[in-house]
């Protein structure tokens, strides 16, 4: 909670009344959040965890223990995932919406790996894809998608042109 009062502080003082505190990768880290946020009244904040799979955040917990644990936190506004391979967020949706009432965000990255040693992403994006999987997204539950690391307007451009016509068919 120290590390992150000051952050809050100049973020709150600067005028922002939603806070997006993303790429979380445990429990503990997003409880310190949760719980700093009664310090600044009318502020909320989403809290979105990055998952190594498609059942457990970085730290290697259940993201469904961790939204049911921030179901309580009223300045919450929304749970989720980001920087996640899109091929794990099916699974992680389905295990959130089954333990929050919050809205879910999901914003993965394109599925490429980043090697940090050698400085480079890696591996296929899955940006062909993109736009169908958040049609199956939303219908499982999402109701706040974008994009992370490797996505680019074109996926948002296709998520857009999906939504569109996922509106017109009714």
Partial sequence: ???????????????????????????????????????????????????????????????????????????VAAVGVNCTAPEHISSL?????AHTRKPLLVYPNSGEHYDATDKQWHGCSHSEHFAEQASDWYRMGARLIGGCCRTGPDDIRAVKAWEREDLAAG
Avoid: Y
Avoid at 93 to 97: F, G, I, K, T
């Fill in 1 to 75: 909670m120290d590390f992150h009062r000051p952050r809050m502080k100049v973020l709150v003082d600067a005028g922002a009344d939603l806070l997006a505190c993303e790429t979380i990768p445990c429990l503990v880290e997003a409880m310190a959040l949760a719980s700093l946020l009664p310090e600044f009244p009318g502020t909320t904040a989403w809290i979105s965890f990055s998952c190594r799979d498609g059942e457990l955040n970085s730290e290697g917990e259940r993201l469904a223990d961790c939204v049911a644990a921030l179901d309580g936190f009223e300045q």
């Fill in 93 to 97: 949706v389905a295990a959130a919406r």
